[in-house]
């Protein structure tokens, strides 16, 4: 039976993490795997991520973890053999009993978010490679990198394998000189994802939503609402902007609204369900709209998603959500995983990027969604079956290097 140890994501409170973690797990269980995941918030992702186990890694302490590890390899030169530090047993142990460690970082190798946060999830790769175990960096859009670039490229010349999500971020590995022998386009494994309403208390009645009404679907962040209210100088901004759209669109094509939270924690100012409800304050009295409060599931939140007639999204993996669903979207971009992963599914004209965000950009991006939705769900369909196998492809590499079978 292969062992497994998932790492590189935050929180099940976030669900695109949440997404890559659960559609993994599930495809790699087919085969009978034995799989750990290790996160930085134990107590929080126990009960979501059940029956899998969590186990506490500790790359968001930079000292302690950058401890641990040069302890294992000064181990390794004087013993010949891997030394466990007791303050992370645990996650050590699960890394040096795993047949293969899987990084699902999803756009977090980068220094994008900071150098810091960059090398927060370089320790678990750097971890599996001083225990002498293979890793797999699985499905990513990654770069660029600047300080960390020696790193980085050290890092991954030695993984198992590298497969990106997006043309972006191979194109960038290939001009930093990643090896190209192991690297590989694939597809996020979130298109793999089921929309199932599971035991939940949310409903459309629950809602106030009338299920068989159009619906927009809206996903807001308010990592992106600071980016861009920092970028007009205006605090606010980025709240007014996406209610005036909303408003617009609603409006104009008789429509209710559903606002879909892709993050509720672990903390209040990464809780999308505050920013939602900052901007449905300002939709206009006429509009039935509601807000996701339950922390669903990432199932249960495209199920909801997947009812929308369209969407107008932030979060990238809500977006996703709402590809795979074959619901047209509109994404506003602040990194090249937007873009790429648009481009992917053929619908790279309805990305609007930070410097292009206005409100005629994308009230006018919207409108030609909605109006052209039934042949942009055609064109999904293709392009998202398209996306299913090719995810596909990241668990048969992930076992053949369990096998193996490839090194």
């Not at 000064?74 to 466990?84: A, D, Y």
């Not at 481009?343 to 991006?365: H, I, K, Q, W």
């Amino acid at each position: 039976m292969p062992k497994f140890a998932l790492t590189g994501t935050y929180s099940a409170q976030n669900k695109g993490d949440a997404a890559m973690q659960v559609s993994t797990a599930a495809s790699l269980s087919k085969f009978g795997a034995n799989i750990a995941i290790l996160a930085p918030f134990v107590e929080k992702d126990e009960s979501k991520y059940a029956p899998l186990e969590v186990i506490y890694c500790d790359r968001r302490k930079l000292i302690r973890s950058t401890l641990n590890i040069a302890a294992i390899a000064i181990g390794n030169l004087l013993t010949k053999r891997s030394s466990e530090p007791h303050t992370a047993k645990n996650c050590v142990e699960h890394t040096a009993n795993s047949d293969l460690v899987i990084d699902l970082s999803g756009d977090m190798l980068t220094e994008d978010y900071g150098p810091h946060v960059a090398y927060s999830h370089y320790l678990p790769i750097l971890r599996a490679l001083v225990l002498r175990k293979p890793y797999f960096i699985c499905a990513q859009s990654i770069g660029p990198f600047s300080l960390t670039k020696p790193i980085a490229r050290f890092l991954l010349n030695r993984a198992a394998a590298i497969t990106v999500r997006d043309e972006i971020s191979l194109e960038y590995l290939k001009s930093i000189g990643i090896r190209q022998d192991h690297l590989k386009q694939t597809a996020d494994m979130a298109f793999l994802l089921p929309a199932e309403v599971g035991n939940c208390a949310t409903s459309w009645e629950t809602l106030g939503l009338d299920a068989k009404k159009d619906t927009l679907g809206v996903s807001v962040s308010r990592l992106v609402a600071d980016k861009f209210d920092k970028q007009v100088g205006k605090k606010g901004a980025f709240v007014e902007l996406v209610a005036k759209t909303v408003n617009h669109i609603a409006l104009k094509h008789d429509l209710q609204v559903l606002f879909t939270p892709h993050v509720t924690g672990p903390t209040d100012i990464k809780d999308d369900r505050i920013i939602s409800r900052d901007v449905q304050k300002d939709l206009a009295a006429e509009i039935v709209s509601a807000v996701i409060e339950e922390d669903l599931p990432p199932q249960g939140l495209k199920y909801f998603i997947a009812k929308c007639c369209m969407m107008v999204g932030t979060r990238m993996h809500a977006n996703i959500g709402a590809l795979s669903s074959h619901v047209p979207v509109v994404a506003i971009s602040y990194s090249h995983k937007t873009p790429g992963i648009m481009r992917a599914c053929g619908v790279e004209n309805y990305v609007v990027d930070f410097p292009d965000l206005t409100f005629e950009m994308l009230s006018e991006r919207a409108d030609n969604a909605y109006q052209n939705r039934e042949a942009l769900t055609a064109r999904l369909k293709v392009a998202v079956a398209m996306q299913r196998e090719k995810a596909k492809e990241n668990v048969e590499i992930a076992m053949q290097i369990a096998r193996g079978e490839l090194h």
